[in-house]
């Protein structure tokens, strides 16, 4: 693709990128066929490479942002299909972060999207304020067809009362700052990113990576100064805030390497590792904390990656359930892990199926379900009817957006981890079947 930005231009690094991605495309479209909303929509501009063309229009002219632009870049899920599917390396995933930072300086939005907006970016990341307006929302539930009119602001607040659980879990003292001692003969040190809205909504996934990195003789650092990393922030385009959190667990997390070592960074919420692991690129212009971002970055792993590297095995006999395995986005294409979670839980004795469309998002993408209803309703719905088509008695995923967005209809959705740790001898998953052994 031909570009034509200018030499001052060309001096911003963050449009040097721009510039380096766009030229990679070759107008293929391939990625159109793997695009969730262009399969839902069949509009050329929801798609990849129609985005793609708009981005680059709206850089390379340096004017604000444009309410049709702004519409279709805010459809995109980033759930990075295209990025899986793109025969020429497009990294489409800083593109679309970079436009969307644009957005954020140079776009008015209407009053009542710029407030939903900031109360997302000021709840989502705090736990000890997110969970009283969860109690207040699942409170609120029963009210959510007194919300009246099909407007995207009334369909907004719908979803986000259907998204409130009718109750929350006690929070877990497991997952407060501190350190685990590995059982035994200590034979690795690693720290556990605790999250921001996964602590609130299931405490119980990192009860049960704890619980099973520890029995495997790994000790758990929970670093005090850590939190969230970043993500939900970052796919607003508030990238300022987006590098508070980041640079506070690098930080957090450098010392900890300091003073104790750590032989890597452990994520069990698939969202958070694709930002984690792209820290260096993040501070790739910060000289101050450059080195500290890209070796805390290529410490970061996804909890099922360490398992495989440490040798995990099953200490009970193999359960009778089938598993229905979604392949979280931010999992099978942020971070190219595809075979580990499916491979550990067949370890463990699991009979494992996998839907069609394997490929299409689910619809959650963060703050996606509530920012735009529509379109995840309808993700949602023909992802379950895949996974609900293969027969399953649970369906498991690695991302809490996932399991809350798939959750309700009939299924349990249970965290991987959960389930290894299950059959590696923790307890069994509060909402197992019943039939379970």
Known sequence: MQTHFTDEQLRDPATQVANAVLRSCVHCGMCTATCPTF????????????????????????RPATEEVVRH???????LSCMTTCPSGVNYMHLVDHARAYIQRTYRRPPMERLMRAALAALLP??????????????????????????????????????????????????????????????????????????????????ATIRLLTRMGIEVVIAR?????????????????????????????????????????????????????????????????????????????DITEYLQRIGYSPTRGAPNLTVAYHAACSLQHGQRVLDAPKALLRSAGFTIAEPRESHLCCGSAGTYNIMQPKIATRLRRRKLDRLKATSPDV???????????????????????????????????????????
């Open 39 to 62: 399969v839902l929509l069949g509009d050329e501009l929801d798609s990849p490479r129609g985005r793609i063309y708009l981005m680059k229009d709206m850089l390379e002219s340096g």
């Open 73 to 79: 870049v805010d459809r995109c899920l980033s759930c």
């Open 126 to 207: 705090y736990p000890e304020r997110l969970r009283p307006m969860l109690k207040l929302a699942g409170r609120a539930r029963p009210l959510r067809n007194l919300v009246p009119g099909s407007s995207m602001l009334a369909s907004r607040l719908r979803a986000m009362l259907d998204l409130a659980p009718a109750s929350l879990p006690a929070p877990s003292a497991l997952q407060r700052p501190g350190v685990t001692l590995a059982e035994g003969t200590r034979k690795g040190r690693v720290a556990l990113l605790a999250g921001c809205a996964q602590q609130v909504l299931s405490p119980s996934i990192n009860e």
């Open 225 to 301: 100064e850590a939190g969230c990393c970043g993500a939900l922030t970052h796919h607003m385009g508030n990238e300022d805030a987006a590098k508070i959190s980041a640079r506070a667990n690098i930080e957090a997390w450098h010392t900890e390497i300091a003073n104790g070592g750590l032989d890597a960074i452990i994520i069990n919420t698939s969202g958070c590792g694709t930002v984690v692991k792209d820290y260096g690129f993040l501070f790739r212009n910060d000289s101050d904390i450059a080195a500290k971002a890209e070796a805390i970055a290529s410490r970061a792993l």
């Open 395 to 437: 369906i498991a995923a690695g991302n809490i957006g996932c399991l809350t967005q798939l959750a309700g209809d009939g299924v349990p959705t249970i965290h991987t981890v959960e389930l290894l740790d299950w059959m590696a001898g923790g307890p069994a998953p509060a909402n197992l079947p019943k039939a379970a052994p």
